[in-house]
């Protein structure tokens, strides 16, 4: 048994909660080494994401994951918004009409949200942005999905990389986005945009049934 358009809708509520409660935190992050708005456009985009999913109950994963993306792409804005509407919408097609989500189709969205984000931001391992968070991830998905492990296991592991891949931002020298133009002065900051992908990245494991916290 995978997860169902239960666990995506799910997935995106937890995204919306805790988006909501890390704003100021990412505000923070982002005032450090930005413009102070990833906070919250990230919390207006999963508002919108929120009204969406009322508005039009989605009936497969993929669905709900395309619905994110539209409201996404359309309400985050700033760097953030194309970079994961591209990532939530290479994940949904990724998923296809497919009811019941298994770990290598899991492993196979995780990945294509992953290429979505370089495809469009030419951001490399080590350039100090959401890239760092979600190759680790992808990595550490692929690594259990050849072990044998299930979507929750996939899930939980790409959660945990993910959070380590944001913490491996704090001493680097940013070289993509708005951070870039800080040249050397962006090193001891996280990058803000890690930070929330690690932060979605663990509503899809809490969300599968992952205990929350046990990923860190
Ligand atoms: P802006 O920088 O336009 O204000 P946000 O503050 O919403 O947009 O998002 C900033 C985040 O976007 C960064 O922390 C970084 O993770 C991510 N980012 C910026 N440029 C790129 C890029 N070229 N590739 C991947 N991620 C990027
Ligand atoms: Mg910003």
């Not at 945009?193 to 932060?199: E, R, T, V």
């Amino acid at each position: 048994m995978g997860l169902g358009v239960e666990w995506a809708v799910q997935w995106l509520t937890l995204s919306a909660r805790l988006m909501s409660e890390h704003r100021e935190e990412l505000i923070a992050l982002d005032r450090a080494i930005g413009d102070s708005d990833h906070g919250e456009n990230m919390d207006r985009g999963f508002q919108a994401v929120m009204e969406k999913l009322a508005q039009t109950p989605p009936e497969t994963p993929g669905a709900a994951l395309k619905l994110a993306a539209m409201a996404l792409m359309s309400k985050v804005g700033g760097a953030a918004g194309p970079l994961y509407g591209t990532a939530y919408l290479r994940a949904a097609t990724a998923l296809g009409e497919s009811a019941d989500v298994d770990a290598a189709a899991l492993a196979g969205a995780l990945t294509a949200a992953r290429d979505g984000i370089v495809a469009r931001g030419k951001a490399e391992l080590g350039d100090k942005t959401m890239v760092d968070a979600w190759s680790p991830a992808v990595e550490a998905a692929d690594e259990v999905l050849v072990a044998g492990g299930d979507a929750v296991a996939v899930l939980a592991a790409a959660a945990e990389a993910a959070e380590v891949g944001a913490v491996t931002t704090d001493p680097l020298v940013a070289r993509k986005g708005r951070a870039s133009y800080l040249g050397e002065r962006s090193a001891g900051h996280r990058d803000p945009g890690a930070a929330s992908s690690a932060l979605l990245l663990r509503a899809a494991a809490t969300a599968a049934g992952f205990p929350e916290g046990a990923a860190e």
